[in-house]
């Protein structure tokens, strides 16, 4: 069974930093090229950024472009979002989300359940 | 980016209704547009891809049809179980964009 587990989602302060984690089993991680996507409470879906399977190709959205930074580490199957220099506009849950292993730019087929991030003061 | 437009944003349908979402792109996208459904508290669900491929386990009430464009989604007879929102979604190019979602309500 295909699992995103999203960690280290909380509160901080406009200006801050929080760094997310997601945990990914049943599958191998190696062939897919994984994605962060967000959803402002009670509102639509921003893409936020994508990294392909072997950590090559990466893109941001214009929104989070230099203060956030995908990464991955395939060797532990895990994805990671560094967001720095935090603002209010941020405040969202954020998905792990999975590409189909056919490379290239594609649509998502598994999501995590969510986390969210708060920036307030 | 490329801009996507649902409509109409809110839809009040009774049980066993056919329903329609319209989903246009500001620029043509081929086939490469996916649907999600999302129920409240959840993670989206995709339903179909490539405009009209429906995922395996998706209900065969739901399809999906379109190209360029101009795409839709339909629901013959309405269950229960779709009062949700939907999303549409192109991948033609990296920066994936999804339209503002439809709701669709018990009327």
């Known amino acids: 069974e295909v699992k995103l587990v999203e960690s280290g989602g909380g509160l901080v302060k406009p200006g801050g930093s929080l760094r997310l984690s997601c945990a990914a089993s049943g599958f191998n991680f190696n062939n897919h090229n994984m994605n962060w996507v967000r959803q402002a409470p009670g509102k639509g879906l921003e893409w936020v950024s994508s990294i392909s399977s072997s950590g090559t190709y990466i893109f941001y959205a214009d929104s989070v472009k230099g203060r956030f930074t995908i990464s991955r580490d395939n060797a532990r199957d895990s994805l990671s979002l560094q967001m720095n220099s935090l603002r209010a506009e941020d405040t969202a849950f954020y998905y792990c989300?999975?590409?189909?292993?056919?490379?290239?730019?594609?649509?998502?087929?598994?999501w995590g359940q969510g986390i969210l991030v708060t920036v307030s003061s | 980016d490329i801009q996507m437009t649902q409509s109409p944003s809110t839809l009040s349908a009774s049980v066993g209704d056919r329903v329609t979402i319209t989903c246009r792109a500001s620029?043509?996208?081929?086939?490469?547009l996916a649907w999600y459904q999302q129920k409240p508290g959840k993670p989206p669900r995709l339903l179909i891809y490539?405009?009209?491929t429906l995922v395996s386990g998706v209900p065969s009430r739901f399809s999906g049809s379109g190209s360029g464009t101009e795409f839709t989604l339909t629901i013959t007879s309405l269950q229960p179980d779709d009062f949700a929102s939907y999303y549409c979604q192109q991948y033609d190019n990296y920066s994936r964009t999804f339209g503002q979602g439809t709701k669709v309500e018990i009327k």
């Open positions: 490539r405009a009209s």
């Open positions: 620029e043509t996208i081929s086939n490469w």
């Open positions: 989300v999975r590409e189909p292993d056919y490379g290239g730019t594609d649509y998502f087929d598994y």
